[in-house]
């Protein structure tokens, strides 16, 4: 088992920065490719980035220059740095890890979750 705990969401004004926290507790987190999602209200949870265990990342085409995924081994924890905050950011982030090889960007790729954390940017 793993378990993630997000931190780091909060109110930000629009063009504003924020950096989300995923610490992990459990198995080794080193092993684990690990993702961030979000999902709006009304709206389904979708991908945001991920970060595979040699480094490599993925981004969603929406965020894909704006936002920076990163991963601190020895720590056990996982960043997601934002950037250029608009209102269409605003979400619950969710910080996810899977070792299986189901695509990047789909939910099912990933065994763990964590109980997310808000960010609002205000426009």
């Known amino acids: 088992q793993v378990q993630l705990v997000e931190s780091g969401g909060r109110l930000v004004q629009a063009g504003g920065s924020l950096r989300l926290s995923c610490v992990a507790s459990g198995r080794t987190f080193s092993v684990y490719r690990v993702a961030w999602f979000r999902q709006a209200p009304g709206n389904e949870r979708e991908f945001v980035a991920a970060i595979n265990w040699v480094g490599g990342s993925y981004y969603a085409d929406s965020v894909k220059g704006r936002f920076a995924i990163s991963r601190d081994n020895a720590k056990n924890t996982a960043y997601l740095e934002m950037n250029s905050l608009n209102a269409d950011d605003t979400a619950v982030y969710y910080c996810?890890?899977?070792?299986?090889?189901?695509?990047?960007?789909?939910?099912?790729?990933?065994?763990?979750w964590g109980q997310g954390t808000q960010v609002t940017v205000s426009s």
């Open positions: 996810a890890a899977g070792r299986n090889n189901q695509p990047v960007a789909a939910s099912s790729a990933y065994d763990y």
